[in-house]
């Protein structure tokens, strides 16, 4: 079995060619050795769509189709050996914080403000491929559950059909 | 009775473990201290030529505040603003991430055709530009350089009926 991240293939998205230039700098780092890069998020659903990436890592401000809605329509599009719920982390800037919560609800992974950090990319990786979360495709939305944990103390209705289900004991292997 | 309350047709797929399968396992194990300081090597080897191009682009900016008539420049004062506040921070230089980030809030949603406020302009690029010959280094100035451009900013979005986004 492969050990580390040598196996995994990665796109990076992002008009600015500096800013992919460093992401792709960390992730070699990290031991990803098929690093793709796509300039605009039209460029990045033609090649997730071509060639499936383990992890995708966008930004959010981009001229033309910005990273939500590349996000909404990766999410969104159903064709054969589409993987809807490959990872997206999604990087965003001090004040665009408060489209996170658009962000969110257009189907993202993780998120990772800038200035981006080696020791912040390095986590929201970690976070994706060590507590991956369940996949629902609903309605008015689809992506990852939003619910990060559960509460104990939780006393609302239980609305979803896999409430009761703890996914938290579902390890590698498991499944 | 159960307090299930009866959903919308809602698909649960369960999580989907095909990277910790190709990676072998827990990813925190592997990526260690040792992993992360060869990360932050790495990126240093980019900081001169980032640190230059950011200069270029504070310079760019200098330049597009002065053109006549003011306001055309709009987009590429936008598109450096937002380099600047993507780059400089990572590379160290987080008060003028800070600015630019200001500079950023001021232009994104200037109406169409707007005329810029040249003399803001003015005032973060000369901000930025001291920032990125080494100003950074006194905490107490640098402090006092960012409150003035955030008053700036906010007396200048206030004249223009916009306020500073939260």
């Given at each position: 079995m492969a050990i580390g991240l040598g196996g995994v293939s990665a796109l990076v998205v992002d008009d600015c060619a500096h800013m992919r230039r460093i992401v792709c700098t960390l992730l070699r780092s990290f031991g990803i050795r098929d690093l793709r890069e796509a300039g605009s998020g039209e460029e990045g659903l033609e090649e997730t769509f071509a060639r499936q990436p383990d992890v995708i890592v966008t930004d959010l401000?981009?001229?033309?189709?910005?990273g939500v809605e590349f996000v909404r329509r990766l999410r969104r599009t159903a064709r054969p050996?589409?993987?809807?719920d490959v990872p997206v982390i999604m990087m965003t800037a001090y004040s665009e914080r408060s489209k996170v919560e658009i962000a969110r609800d257009g189907g993202l992974t993780e998120v990772v403000a800038k200035p981006l950090t080696s020791q912040a990319l390095m986590s929201r990786l970690i976070m994706v491929c060590d507590r991956p979360r369940p996949f629902i495709i609903a309605g008015g939305y689809v992506g990852p559950c939003r619910r990060r944990r559960a509460l104990r103390d939780y006393s609302g209705p239980l609305r979803r059909e896999a409430d009761g289900t703890d996914w938290s004991v579902v390890e590698f292997g498991d499944v | 009775m159960s307090d299930r309350v009866q959903p919308t047709p809602v698909q649960v797929l369960p999580p989907n473990l095909d990277l910790q399968r190709k990676v072998g396992g827990s990813l925190a194990k592997q990526l260690t201290t040792a992993v992360l300081a060869a990360a932050e090597a790495a990126l240093a080897r980019h900081g001169a030529e980032m640190m230059s191009e950011v200069n270029a682009a504070i310079a760019r900016i200098q330049v597009q505040s002065m053109?006549?008539?003011?306001?055309?420049a709009a987009a590429t004062i936008a598109q450096d603003a937002h380099f600047i506040r993507s780059i400089a921070g990572t590379f160290g230089r987080g008060p003028m991430g800070q600015i630019a980030d200001l500079l950023c809030r001021y232009v994104?949603?200037?109406?169409?055709?707007a005329p810029i406020d040249a003399n803001l302009v003015t005032l973060m690029a000369v901000a930025l530009k001291h920032l990125a010959q080494g100003?950074?280094?006194d905490p107490e100035l640098t402090e006092d350089l960012l409150t003035e451009c955030r008053e700036a900013v906010v007396v200048s979005l206030g004249r223009e009926g916009r306020s500073l986004p939260a």
């Open positions: 401000r981009m001229p033309g189709m910005d050996g589409h993987r809807r | 053109l006549r008539p003011p306001g055309t994104d949603d200037l109406p169409a055709g100003g950074s280094c």
